[in-house]
């Protein structure tokens, strides 16, 4: 039930409007958005299953979407920054798209989102994860994708990326928190682990690709050595690193 007072546009900020057609949310214009407790945006009763962001610098505020179970895409054209929770609990968002402007994803912005299927970081493109204090703000999903062509940096102290599907680096992959990997990591570019790496499954690196780690690694999972390895935190010893090899001369890894 829908109130007949709502509104169906307004304004979101200095220099930012919405306004929704058909069950599309749409907001335009660039800079901050208006901060408002949690369930109390203005969008907050009215339904809606996508989400269009037309503009530029667009910095999503904190909550401004959460806990919408109908949400399904959403498009960050123009949008730089993804703020506190903003997705927290979409568990029905599956698609996004235009993440070329990311900049920056604060703490949690997409827990929860647990159907997920596929994000890319572009080229040339910095996403830093987690810039407050929090445990998981980056949860890839069972069968989801994330790509890194770009460089993703997991900021320094409890934040944590968990990986239940496929991590494909071909960028640069910067951990200074932690990362724990549960499911598939091929590395193609440059990796770096100066923070906690929980590695519970087989980690690929290919001709071609760097994996240093000089931070914490644990795990009991091997390493495909098909790339250079540095560092001097492996918890490995040197028969496992012969038995990587073996094995990944074996699967033809390089």
Known sequence: YISRNVSYSGTCGDDL???????????SGSGKMTEYKPGNYPWSEIPYTSI??????????ESAFADNNHLFEVSFSGVTVIGMNAFNGCYNLKHIKNCDKITTIEKSAFYGC??????????????????????????????????????????????????KGIVTVNG??????????????DIYGYTENNGCFYNEVTTDVYTGATLNSMGLWDGYAPVNMGGTITGESFRLTQAKLEAAMAAAAADGIG
């Not at 409007?17 to 907001?27: F, N, S, V, Y």
């Open 114 to 163: 647990s159907n997920l299927e596929s994000v890319t970081i572009p080229e040339n493109v910095i996403v830093r994860v987690g810039m407050n204090n929090s445990s998981v703000e980056l949860a890839i999903a069972a069968g989801a994708k994330l790509t890194i062509d770009g460089t993703m940096t997991v900021e320094e102290g409890a934040h944590t990326v968990s990986n």
């Open 17 to 27: 409007t919405w306004r929704k057609e058909d069950l599309k949310l749409i907001i």
């Open 52 to 61: 269009a962001f037309e503009g530029s610098d667009i910095e999503i505020a």
């Open 172 to 185: 640069d992959l910067i951990n200074n928190g932690n990362f724990v990997n549960e499911k598939q990591l």
